[in-house]
């Protein structure tokens, strides 16, 4: 018997798997960033979205709810990468004028690829008729492109100037 094709709930349920354990690896990789920051205004940052992406996480529980599935990751190559090279930029710049630049850009790669997952998990929920987790998903969408606005602040008006000037 011929295996039924994979639908778009199966992406989807999938794509979130990815992104939940994607926001849990965010989770256990954010104090690192906050420790290692220089400037004041990074470690704030890095701690204000922290606890936001603890409410990411709970909003991507409700999500699981919604479908009737249990919360859980599937491990997420991209994630795992992003965060590796920001590891790498930590222990290979520490102390040295630099670091803080280093460090927002890995930030904003993670930034740039939660938007993109979170824009395709909200579409692709429209498309299923899951309003409950456009609602969540598109809340979630809205605070991370804040965040990368935040970041990209920061690096214009301080961080890549000292960088450089040091």
């Given at each position: ?54 409410e990411h996480v709970a909003r991507l529980e409700k999500v699981f709810a919604a479908i ?39 930030a904003q790669a993670v930034e740039h690829y939660e938007i993109s997952r979170y824009g ?40 890549n100037q000292e960088a450089e000037a040091a």
């Amino acid at each position: 018997m011929a295996k039924e094709p994979k639908k778009l709930d199966e992406l989807f349920h999938d794509t979130l798997k990815d992104i939940y354990f994607a926001e849990k690896k965010i989770l256990s990789t954010l104090p690192k960033m906050e420790k290692a920051a220089q400037k004041t205004e990074l470690k704030r940052a890095f701690a204000k979205h922290k606890t936001e992406t603890e409410e990411h996480v709970a909003r991507l529980e409700k999500v699981f709810a919604a479908i009737d599935k249990k919360p859980q990751g599937k491990t997420c190559d991209a994630i795992v990468g992003i965060t590796d090279e920001g590891a790498e930029v930590m222990k290979e710049y520490k102390g040295s004028p630099a670091l803080d630049a280093g460090l927002l850009a890995a930030a904003q790669a993670v930034e740039h690829y939660e938007i993109s997952r979170y824009g395709t998990l909200k579409t692709w929920a429209n498309e299923l008729g899951l309003n409950d987790a456009v609602r969540l998903l598109d809340q979630t969408l809205a605070e991370e492109k804040k965040t990368d606005a935040t970041l990209t602040e920061i690096a214009e008006t301080a961080v890549n100037q000292e960088a450089e000037a040091a």
